[in-house]
């Protein structure tokens, strides 16, 4: 089996679009996707679907769908009914999701882990070695009596 | 078609590895081509999908909410992406798990359409896509291709041009 790729040139097209755009609109661009993610994980950690929180919300699901493409310009009424409904401050939808890290000896993972990261530096002087990154990013550390292998074969 | 996937380096980040289809005896790939075709009268629309796949790439990978699941055949993983849902540019793509998005091409979706099979470009294009999701499941299957331990990476044999002589 080969994995030889052809190297390609990024096109210049691409990087002058970038390159030529308004700082301020690509700001815009981020920010929007910053806030929509935030508000994806608050509704997740509330444990509420999208069609739960459509009914909360008293939107219909394809409202919220919108809302949460990353591309939806939200008036603060609308951030403020958000806040309201997910029991946060406004702010709160602001600030980016801190890193949940669990110091635990066994865990129970429920969700599908995506990927390994070896012996993370805040964890060399601890009891664990491996941080395991699951579907919504959530870091969960690993003793170090468990081999790389044999972890991830339990987890996947 | 013959083809072969390549990495999209300006997008691909330590969340994410962006990919694209290079078609045999072209210099550029078909997210390339998309661009050079839209970005004279969707200006905005191109700026904002390489925002958000600079976005997926280096800091939220493709997460659900960014993206519309479910545009092919029942667990293809084609998946479109947009500017905006009440705006009518779609790039077609297809997304292995939460690190990996290999982008098609794509076309403009007006208010009249319903549904990508309602229009010659977008069902054209959305067709390849999903011919490329069979060809990468099948090998996927074969152990021809396989998704690296970090789940960030197709590696193996991403070469498809022996196509046209089946």
């Known amino acids: 089996m080969t994995n030889k790729q052809p190297k390609r040139i990024a096109n210049p097209l691409i990087i002058k679009i970038l390159a030529e755009a308004s700082p301020l609109r690509r700001l815009q661009n981020k920010k929007r996707v910053d806030l929509a993610c935030r508000i994806d994980d608050l509704i997740k950690d509330k444990g509420y679907s999208y069609s739960a929180f459509a009914k909360i919300i008293d939107k219909h699901p394809s409202e919220i769908t919108k809302w949460l493409s990353g591309t939806h310009n939200f008036t603060f009424d609308t951030l403020t009914e958000i806040a309201f409904c997910l029991n946060v401050e406004v702010v709160d939808l602001m600030q980016p999701q801190p890193v949940q890290i669990v110091y635990r000896e066994r865990v129970q993972i429920s969700s599908k882990v995506m990927g390994i990261r070896n012996f993370h530096p805040d964890f060399h002087k601890g009891n664990c070695s491996y941080l395991f990154t699951d579907e919504r990013q959530l870091e969960i550390a690993v003793p170090h009596s468990y081999s790389k292998n044999y972890a991830s074969s339990i987890y996947e | ?166």
């Not at chain 2, 790939?29 to 004279?40: A, G, H, P």
């Not at chain 2, 009268?41 to 493709?62: E, F, N, Q, R, W």
């Open chain 2, 1 to 166: 078609m013959n083809y072969q996937i390549i990495t999209l380096d300006e997008f691909t980040g330590d969340k994410a590895t962006i990919y694209s289809i290079l078609p045999e005896g072209e210099s550029l790939t078909l997210y390339d081509k998309f661009v050079e075709e839209y970005c004279t009268d969707y200006y905005d629309d191109i700026l904002s999908i390489a925002d958000l796949l600079i976005d997926m790439g280096c800091k939220y990978g493709i997460r659900e909410n960014l993206i519309k699941t479910k545009e092919g055949k029942p667990g293809d993983g084609v998946v479109a992406i947009f500017d905006n849902p009440d705006k009518n540019l779609r790039l077609y793509g297809i997304r292995y798990g939460a690190s990996i998005l290999l982008l098609g091409s794509g076309g403009v979706k007006g208010q009249e359409v319903m549904a990508w099979q309602d229009d010659a470009k977008l069902k054209k294009e959305a067709e390849i896509v999903i011919q490329i999701s069979k060809e990468v499941s099948k090998r996927v299957q074969d152990r021809e291709i396989n998704i690296s331990l970090d789940h960030m990476r197709l590696t193996g044999n991403l070469n498809f041009l022996n196509n046209d002589d089946k």
